[in-house]
């Protein structure tokens, strides 16, 4: 079935397996608007109730494959997107339940290897299932990042720099399947992102923070050969706030492939707090851009 113009998707049901924040709700607004019925599965412990509860929806534990299944099944649903961040829980608090354990041993070895390993091969045991996965941002257009300088805020060749060094730093980390994201404050890296995510990351790039120096940039992007379909790398006007609030001077992330939670209050965010926000190109380097606004 052919819904509005938006993706093309195989029955009458979108299935939105949610993590935290206000992204879920987002694509199923865009899907509703669509035509098109969604349930969403939040995940316990990790979903907001304030986000799915306008839509049809269950809480299930993140383990509990085989309730999951089930409830995607019985609610018709054959296309799922997997959207929000979900902490990665210990192997002794999963508690799966048996379709969970059958499906923790065809996943294997990925179980644990980085978030991008690991969603990849859930991605898989989904599609071998039966289901067709799409990409948060195939519904949410509007939200992905563009190239260039959003907002008045230009960065100076020595912001460009760090961007330059940042981009290596991530794609490094990114093959080692590490994280997204990294701070950079003239050439000397204060902090990589793992597991811990953007947020404390950010933490730690303000404790290690160079006095007398510009401040740090935030750089986001894609692992290399990462999948579209999760986990794609999101910045907010919180984001924006949080790297103002340790004394970073802009955020350079990967156009076309970054969400950008409301854009119009990022760029606002950035221009209140003096910092500028930058889309830059997958394989190219920073350059100073003109151009501002939404």
Same mark, same amino acid.
């Given at each position: 079935?052919?819904v509005?113009?938006?993706p093309?998707l ?7 397996? +949610?993590?935290?924040g206000p992204?879920? &709700?987002q694509? =199923?607004?865009t /899907?509703?608007? %669509?035509?098109?019925?969604? $349930? ?12 799915i509860?306008?839509w049809?929806h269950?809480y299930?534990r993140?383990a509990?494959a ?27 608090d ?8 059958r ?6 070895? +990925?179980l644990?290897?980085?978030?991008? &390993?690991?969603? =990849?091969a859930i /991605?898989?045991? %989904?599609t071998?299932?039966? $289901?067709v996965i799409h990409?948060?941002h195939?519904?949410?257009?509007g939200?992905?990042?563009?190239s260039?300088?959003?907002?008045r805020?230009?960065?100076?060749f ?7 060094r940042?981009?290596?730093v ?7 399947d590490?994280g997204?994201g ?6 000397l890296?204060l902090a990589?992102?793992a597991m ?12 290690c923070?160079?006095p007398g120096?510009?401040?740090?940039? %935030?750089?986001?992007?894609l ?13 907010g006007s919180?984001t ?9 001077r ?9 969400l950008?939670?409301d854009s119009a ?13 930058m889309?830059?190109?997958e ?10 606004g939404?």
């Amino acid at each position: 079935m052919v819904v509005g113009q938006g993706p093309k998707l195989t029955g009458s049901c979108l299935g939105i397996l +949610a993590g935290g924040g206000p992204l879920p &709700g987002q694509v =199923a607004r865009t /899907v509703e608007g %669509l035509g098109c019925r969604v $349930f969403i599965i939040g995940f316990q412990d990790f979903a907001e109730p304030r986000v799915i509860e306008p839509w049809p929806h269950r809480y299930i534990r993140l383990a509990a494959a085989g309730e999951i299944l089930s409830c995607l099944r019985a609610e018709g649903c054959r296309d799922l997107v997997l959207i929000g961040p979900v902490r990665r829980p210990s192997f002794s608090d999963l508690r799966p339940d048996a379709a969970g354990v059958r499906i923790m041993g065809r996943i294997g070895r +990925a179980l644990f290897s980085g978030d991008d &390993g690991l969603l =990849a091969a859930i /991605v898989r045991v %989904l599609t071998e299932e039966g $289901f067709v996965i799409h990409g948060a941002h195939e519904f949410l257009s509007g939200s992905v990042g563009r190239s260039g300088v959003l907002g008045r805020i230009q960065p100076d060749f020595g912001a460009l720099a760090d961007i330059r060094r940042g981009q290596n730093v991530v794609e490094a980390i990114g093959r080692l399947d590490i994280g997204q994201g990294c701070v950079v404050q003239d050439g000397l890296v204060l902090a990589v992102e793992a597991m811990e995510g953007t947020d404390r990351m950010l933490l730690r790039a303000g404790e290690c923070r160079q006095p007398g120096r510009p401040g740090g940039v %935030l750089v986001k992007m894609l692992k290399p050969g990462q999948d579209f379909r999760a986990d794609l790398p999101t910045i907010g006007s919180d984001t924006v706030r949080r790297a103002a609030e340790v004394g970073l001077r802009g955020i350079a992330f990967q156009a076309g492939a970054t969400l950008m939670i409301d854009s119009a209050a990022c760029i606002a965010a950035a221009d209140e707090a003096g910092l500028f926000l930058m889309g830059i190109d997958e394989g190219a380097a920073a350059m100073p851009a003109t151009g501002t606004g939404e």
